[in-house]
């Protein structure tokens, strides 16, 4: 199959152009764009108790407070306490906000009441009538912004807005200013090391243009899947879309070219040469991209919304970047040819490759010790991971210089750190009737006393009494693991049980929806990691048919998470002084280091098999696997360990940790286990590592150029005293 995908690609490269051009073309027509959302609470199903309680509110409470809250936090210029003048000013400023009539505004509220105790903050409350997701939402900000800016112009005062409406806008404008970091950063990458790489500007620029249309056209395709599944993804989607497929569509085109280069040295005509190395490589790319297909895809059964739509749409991505790579790059290099690595001439002559040939040497020499030095590595750096503390803070992850990061520090000169986002308690009435206010209070008594809770507001109550709001103001940040606790652990369960007979409480607001987001996230990860490594191990047994080589990658796949996990604590937690890590690092991290880092573990293991098919010892494969496939591996892994590095120029915390979470991830699996630990087992367990799988030796077919000829079961390098340095296609590989 992959012999005939190649031969058909190679030898009618304009047709298989002239078929993309067309599908990006209608593609590009009729292709939607990209729906996405900021909103935590958009991505919880409805079952959850903040979403009820949010339901509860906005229907009981819309003309005093539904919708979204957008405050302007008024100090003065000097910092000293606020005079009788100054807040006349400020309400005078309301009231002009007021006149504006500004669509979708629905209420302005400045008063005493909204002055700090210590006199030196006041606040200028503001609701918009819809969620923080809708484009209405956005409009109205930008234009409080607008409007506000002039009126506090040549006073003694300053005022910037924060809130639900001012922290959506300042995280789309961190996100859209990061994409172009990213895609800056990523492009500039991925030249200078194709360049070092290849020495050719021709293959240095292969993927931008490539990549790009791909880019353009996984967009559209995912925008087609969210149509037709309703699905919303999350702000990051076109960031994440961009860094995978430059990084993982760069990764392939290595495979491809390295392995062409590898086919011309053996005297091949460029043809030939491209058809044999499309069809080897075609098999690794297939078997690795549905690995990350597959793997993301089971967030598909997630109950979080955001890993629902992100996982999908990640595999949609994945699946375009093989079709890519299997169609559209090698049909370009076949109008290429041997000028795609022009003006270099290396590709004439087999390289010296002695770094590879002393590594296989010392890998082949002591493979038990180097085994046991990386298991041990892999093993002090999961201890971090023990020590794991997830965050559900998303404004402390923005960028602290925007207007709602600064506002959002000033209110806390005058207002408890809780009071910007208070847990809302509502009593419901399960009868119908009014609420008894007595009753109300008491309940009201109970919750001010819970550990963990800074004040409670008084009760105010819906227009036909049946519902009852308390503002709960915490004695930590919403997002904080201390405040979650709060909620989920005491403030709920106190809550439910002491609410009067005939009614029920619900706990909503921010932290109670983080707390609903932790316990999602939970229950996704005891269905997602299993699913994707059962799966993963699914796609190493098809293609190994070795049930022991399957086992050991996947087992050798967990360390390498575990790893990475721990390597992030000690990074972000001990080193940088973080209280957590964003709480959906680790599910992306470990599908990442799951499917991506099993691209490198395919491509080793491949090669390996390979070779000991054509009869070589476990030395001999080793020795040519680690010369020919080493390279490419570490070579595709710090390209996209780069890629996702950029993420950390975004300014972004939650791109920044996933960026570092991932390129860590990255180099792990491909330096620790696919270059030295997946080859030093097949050296101690022989054969045995590919039970119950029996290789025939490839001498009774004609194998693929490239391959040592028939005949030829291991290098000379397996004698002792002889060493090679050359190709698998060299004589001195051969007896």
């Known amino acids: ?40 609470a958009d991505f919880l199903p409805s079952h959850y108790e903040s979403v009820q309680a949010g339901k509860v509110q906005e229907a009981a409470f819309a003309e005093s407070g539904g919708g979204s809250a957008a405050t302007f936090v008024v100090l003065r210029r000097d910092g000293a306490a606020l005079t009788s003048a100054d807040q006349q000013l400020v309400e005078q400023v309301a009231g002009q906000l007021r006149d504006k009539a500004i669509p979708h505004v629905t209420e302005v509220q400045a008063s005493k009441a909204t002055v700090s105790e210590n006199g030196l903050v006041q606040l200028l409350q503001i609701t918009v009538d819809g969620p923080q997701s809708d484009p209405g939402t956005e409009e109205a900000g930008r234009a409080l912004r607008a409007a506000a800016g002039p009126l506090f112009e040549n006073t003694d005062l300053l005022a910037g807005m924060t809130g639900d409406v ?60 969210q149509r037709i599944f309703d699905l919303t993804a999350e702000q990051s989607v076109t960031v994440w879309v961009t860094v995978v497929l430059f990084g993982v569509g760069t990764d392939y085109i290595l495979f491809l070219l390295f392995r062409y280069r590898e086919q011309l040295r053996t005297g091949e005509d460029p043809r030939t040469a491209l058809i044999h190395a499309t069809a080897r490589v075609a098999k690794v790319i297939t078997s690795a991209g549905a690995a990350i297909v597959i793997a993301f895809s089971t967030l598909a059964f997630s109950s979080f919304g955001s890993f629902k739509a992100q996982g999908p749409a990640l595999a949609i991505a994945v699946a375009a970047t093989v079709v890519t790579a299997l169609t559209l790059i090698p049909a370009i290099v076949s109008l290429l040819g041997p000028k795609v690595f022009w003006p270099s001439t290396s590709w004439q002559r087999q390289p010296r490759a002695r770094a590879s040939a002393k590594l296989s040497d010392l890998i082949v020499n002591r493979a038990g010790v180097l085994a046991a030095a990386a298991v041990v590595v892999l093993a002090l750096l999961s201890l ?44 419901v009435s399960d009868t119908g009737q009014p609420l008894d206010e007595a009753g109300v209070d008491s309940f009201r008594s109970q ?65 109670a929806t983080f707390a609903d987001i932790r316990s999602a996230v939970n229950q996704d990860y005891s269905l997602v990691f299993p699913l994707a490594a059962g799966l993963t191990a699914l796609v190493l047994l098809a ?55 099993t691209d490198y573990n395919i491509l080793m293991v491949d090669r390996l098999r390979e070779e000991t ?71 101690l367990m022989g054969r045995g590592f590919w039970w119950p799988a029996r290789l025939t030796p490839a001498g009774r077919t004609q194998p693929l150029a490239g391959s040592d000829p028939a005949g030829s079961p291991e290098p000379a390098a397996d004698r002792p005293g002889e060493k090679t340095t050359l190709g698998s296609g060299d004589a001195r590989d051969r007896r």
């Open 613 to 683: 098919r054509a009869g070589r010892t476990p030395g001999g494969a080793a020795r040519l696997a680690i010369r020919h496939t080493g390279p490419t591996a570490v070579a595709a892994a710090v390209i996209l360990a780069g890629t996702f590095s950029s993420l950390t120029l975004a300014g972004v915390a939650l791109l920044a940790e996933m960026g570092f979470a991932v390129a860590a991830g990255i180099l792990i699996s491909a330096l620790l286990v696919s270059s030295l630990l997946v080859p030093t087992l097949t050296v």
């Open 1 to 40: 199959m992959y012999q005939t995908l190649a031969r058909g690609v190679v030898r009618h490269p304009w047709w298989t152009i002239s078929a993309w051009l067309v599908v990006v073309a209608i593609v590009g027509f009729f292709g939607p764009g990209l729906s996405a959302s900021g909103d935590q």
């Open 447 to 511: 919750l001010s006393g819970v550990d963990g809770v800074g004040q409670a507001g008084p009760a105010s109550y819906s227009p036909d009494r049946t519902i009852a709001k308390i503002s709960m103001l915490l004695d930590h940040d919403s997002g904080s693991p201390e405040a979650v606790d709060t909620v989920a652990d005491t403030l709920r369960p106190i809550a439910h049980n002491a609410a009067p007979a005939g009614t029920h409480a619900l706990v909503g607001g921010p932290t």
């Open 384 to 427: 971090g991971a023990l020590r794991f503390q997830a965050s559900y803070d998303y404004n402390a992850g923005l960028p602290q210089d925007t207007e709602s990061a600064i506002a959002l520090r000033d209110l806390q000169r005058g207002f408890p750190v809780g009071a910007l986002n208070p847990t809302s308690v509502l009593l």
């Open 543 to 597: 293609l190994l048919r070795s049930i022991v080589a399957a086992v050991l990658l996947m087992v050798l796949v967990g360390l390498s998470y575990l790893a990475t996990l721990g390597a992030s604590v000690f990074v972000m937690q001990d080193g940088l002084g973080k209280d957590g890590i964003i709480f959906n690092v680790p599910i992306f991290m470990y599908l990442f280091v799951v499917a991506i880092g």
């Open 166 to 225: 001012g922290i959506v806008i300042d995280a789309q404008d961190a996100f859209a200013s990061a994409e172009q970091v990213i895609a800056l950063a990523t492009v500039v990458l991925i030249i200078v090391l194709q360049l070092l790489i290849f020495r050719s500007p021709v293959a240095a620029l292969l993927p931008m243009v490539t990549i790009g249309v791909l880019v353009f056209v996984s967009l559209k395709l995912i925008g087609i899947a």
